[in-house]
């Protein structure tokens, strides 16, 4: 669980990414919606999302939209976790105690939210949720008004669900 519902405030943060860079949730929301996706290497399910979530960064992330990862490991093992898996979006490095992830409330990983521009939680989805991928996706074609593409192909069988 969370302790940050749908239509309340995400708390602000700044981390680093893999390559050094310093990401603000502030700065991030200047330009569009956030969809920050919270995960640990370890995490099976996270292993099963992010591939998809890598799709909808490569459909969506760009000059109004951002998505990124926030890493519950340490910088060589996220690294490998996003080569083996394929992620090129900016990945953030949670510090020692998860000080990011604690003040979201998180119990499980992965758990992703897309934050509107005001700040607030517009969808949070806990586990795998392949409905919850889709309207994000849905989401993010109307803020940046472009046509929606499907996230999931017709030739793939894919669970509604996976638990974190």
């Given at each position: 669980?969370?302790?940050?519902?749908?239509?309340?405030?995400?708390?602000?943060?700044?981390?680093?990414?893999?390559?050094?860079?310093?990401?603000?949730?502030?700065?991030?929301?200047?330009?569009?919606?956030?969809?920050?996706?919270?995960?640990?290497?370890?995490?099976?399910?996270?292993?099963?999302?992010?591939?998809?979530?890598?799709?909808?960064?490569?459909?969506?992330?760009?000059?109004?939209?951002?998505?990124?990862?926030?890493?519950?490991?340490d910088a060589s093992g996220t690294k490998e976790?996003?080569?083996?898996?394929g992620v090129t979006f900016p990945t953030l490095l949670d510090g020692p105690g998860y000080p990011v992830s604690n003040a979201y409330g998180l119990s499980m990983v992965p758990t992703i939210f897309l934050i509107e521009p005001d700040g607030k939680v517009k969808i949070s989805c806990m586990g795998f949720d392949k409905g919850d991928l889709e309207k994000i996706a849905a989401e993010l074609s109307q803020l940046r008004k472009i046509a929606a593409a499907p996230l999931f192909r017709s030739d793939e069988v894919i669970p509604a669900q996976k638990p974190g």
């Amino acid at each position: 669980m969370t302790n940050i519902a749908v239509g309340h405030v995400a708390p602000g943060f700044t981390l680093k990414s893999l390559d050094g860079k310093e990401y603000s949730l502030g700065k991030l929301l200047e330009k569009g919606p956030v969809v920050a996706a919270f995960f640990k290497i370890s995490c099976p399910v996270c292993q099963f999302t992010f591939p998809y979530l890598q799709r909808l960064a490569e459909r969506y992330s760009g000059d109004s939209a951002t998505v990124i990862g926030v890493s519950q490991d340490d910088a060589s093992g996220t690294k490998e976790f996003n080569r083996e898996y394929g992620v090129t979006f900016p990945t953030l490095l949670d510090g020692p105690g998860y000080p990011v992830s604690n003040a979201y409330g998180l119990s499980m990983v992965p758990t992703i939210f897309l934050i509107e521009p005001d700040g607030k939680v517009k969808i949070s989805c806990m586990g795998f949720d392949k409905g919850d991928l889709e309207k994000i996706a849905a989401e993010l074609s109307q803020l940046r008004k472009i046509a929606a593409a499907p996230l999931f192909r017709s030739d793939e069988v894919i669970p509604a669900q996976k638990p974190g």
